[in-house]
C-alpha cells in the first residue's frame, strides 16, 4: 500500500516531485555516510586506538556485512516489498550507532560496529535496486541525476560536521541518526518497489558468477575498491596527521564529492561512446595516479587539489556497475545482483584494504602503504588493459551499456 506522504505528493506534483524524493533520499543517506565514512576513523583514532586496532575495528564490520548482504539481497527479492527491507535497514543503522558514545572498551566498540554494518552496508545496495527498477518505468529519468542528490549531500554535510568536528566529534552519531530517520521519511515517497519470488541462493545464485562480463567487469572493480577500502580507513587520519584539521578534512571530502558532478552530469552520454571495460581501466588508472600523489605529498594543502580525481574513481566505479547489473541481471535476481556488487565492493574489499592496511601501516608507514597502493591501480590497468587488447585483437567487443 503506497504511503500517505507519496499519495499526497503524487496528488501535487506527479512525478516530477517523485523524482524530487528519490534525489533528497540519496542525499540524506550519504550525508549519513559522509558522518560516519569519514569521521569514525577520526573518532577512533581520539580515543586512542592504535592502527592495528582501528583497521581490525573498520575491517571486522565488513565481514558480518559480508554475511548480510546475501540475507538483506535475498529478502529484497522475496519481500512484498523492497522498501519494507530498506526501511528496516535504515531503522536498524540509525538505531545501533547510538549505542557507540556508551563505552571505549575495544570489544565493544567491535561487537557494536559488526551490528551496525550488518544494517548500513546494505542501505546503498538495496536503494539502488529499488531506484534503477523505478527508473525502468521512468526512461526519461537519468540514475546519475538522481545520484548527484547523494554528492551533493555528502559534500554539504562533510564541510558542515568537519566544522562541528573540531571540537563536538562525539555528535556525529546522533547526527548520523537523524539523517536514518530523514531517509526513512523520504522512502514513504517512493512508489512500492514490488520483489519477485526468486531462489537466488544455491545453485541458482552461483549463475550471477557464470556472466563472465560481469565477472570481469567486478573484477576490476573489487581490485581498485580495496585500494580505496585502505583509503576510507586510514586516509582521515593520514590527513590529521599531516597537520589538518577536522574542517580541512572536511573541505577535501567536499571536493572529491564535487569532482564526481561531471560524471554523474554526462554519464548517459559517456555510456554511448566509451565501452564499459575502458571507463573502469580509466578508473583504476585514476586511483593509481592519485595514491602515488598521496604517497610523495607531506603538505596538507597540497592533497587537496589531488582530490579531485575522485571524481574519475569512486562515482565511476558505482554508477557504472549499478548500470550495467540493471540492465544485464535477469529481472528476478536484479536485488541480489546488486547485492553481490555490495557484498564485494563494501565488503570483501573494505576487508582487505582496511585489515591489511591498518598491518601494513603500523609495521611501513601510511605513506608507503598508499604508495603501494598505487602499485595495485597500476598493475590492474596493464592487466586488464592487456585483456582487452587481446579480446579486441581477436574481434571480441568490449560491450557498451548501449548494447
Known amino acids: 500500500m503506497e504511503g500517505w506522504l507519496f499519495i499526497f505528493l503524487k ?16 542525499a540524506v543517506i550519504y550525508m549519513g555516510n559522509a558522518v560516519y565514512g569519514t569521521f569514525l576513523p577520526v573518532y577512533l583514532y581520539n580515543v586512542k586506538f592504535s ?55 575495544f ?6 560496529i559488526c551490528v551496525f554494518m550488518f544494517f548500513q552496508t546494505s542501505i546503498f545496495a538495496l536503494s539502488d535496486a529499488i531506484t534503477l527498477e523505478e527508473l525502468d518505468r521512468r526512461p526519461k529519468w537519468n540514475f546519475g541525476w538522481i545520484r548527484l542528490g547523494g554528492t551533493i549531500g555528502f559534500a554539504t554535510m562533510s ?10 566529534i562525539n555528535s556525529m552519531f546522533p547526527v548520523y541518526a537523524g ?58 587520519i593520514y590527513f590529521k596527521e599531516m597537520g589538518a584539521d577536522s574542517l580541512l578534512l572536511g573541505w577535501s571530502m567536499v571536493i572529491s564529492s564535487m569532482s564526481e558532478l561531471p560524471f554523474l552530469l554526462f554519464s548517459g552520454w559517456i555510456f554511448k561512446r566509451v565501452s564499459i571495460s575502458m571507463i573502469l581501466i580509466i578508473a583504476a588508472l585514476a586511483s593509481g595516479i592519485r595514491w602515488f600523489l598521496f604517497s610523495i605529498i607531506d603538505q596538507p594543502y597540497w592533497i587537496l587539489p589531488v582530490q579531485a580525481l575522485h571524481g574519475v574513481i569512486f562515482i565511476v566505479l558505482s554508477v557504472t ?15 541480489s545482483g546488486q547485492t553481490l556488487n555490495g557484498l564485494l ?50 574481434n571480441v567487443p568490449s560491450p557498451s551499456l548501449t548494447k
Open 321 to 335: 556497475l549499478a548500470t550495467f547489473i540493471n540492465r544485464e541481471v535477469p529481472s528476478e535476481w536484479k536485488a
Open 179 to 236: 539523517t536514518m530517520l530523514a531517509g526513512l521519511l523520504l522512502l514513504w515517497c517512493f512508489p512500492p518497489a514490488a520483489s519477485r519470488q526468486a531462489n537466488v541462493t544455491g545453485k541458482r545464485f552461483r549463475e550471477l558468477f557464470r556472466n563472465g562480463k560481469l565477472m570481469f567487469y567486478l573484477g576490476i572493480n573489487f581490485i581498485v575498491q580495496v585500494t580505496l577500502g585502505y583509503y576510507y580507513a586510514f586516509f582521515p
Open 11 to 26: 496528488r501535487k506534483k506527479g512525478l516530477t516531485t517523485r523524482l524530487y524524493a528519490f534525489m533528497l533520499f540519496y
Open 107 to 112: 570489544i565493544y566498540l567491535l561487537i557494536l
Open 345 to 394: 565492493s563494501l565488503g570483501a574489499a573494505r576487508i582487505i584494504g582496511s585489515f591489511l592496511g591498518g598491518i601494513m601501516s603500523a609495521a611501513y608507514g601510511m605513506r608507503q602503504v598508499f604508495l603501494y597502493s598505487s602499485w595495485v591501480s597500476m598493475a590492474t590497468v596493464v592487466v586488464f588493459g592487456l585483456v582487452v587488447w587481446l579480446r579486441r585483437k581477436q
Open 159 to 168: 564541510l558542515v560536521f568537519g566544522i562541528v568536528a573540531k571540537s563536538h
Open 51 to 105: 592502527q592495528e586496532q582501528i583497521g581490525m575495528l573498520l575491517s571486522l564490520g565488513p565481514l558480518v556485512a559480508m554475511l548480510g548482504q546475501p540475507i538483506w539481497g535475498a529478502l529484497g527479492d522475496r519481500a512484498k516489498t523492497k522498501n519494507s527491507v530498506l526501511a528496516l535497514l535504515l531503522i536498524g543503522s540509525g538505531i545501533s550507532i547510538m549505542f557507540f558514545p556508551l563505552s571505549h572498551q
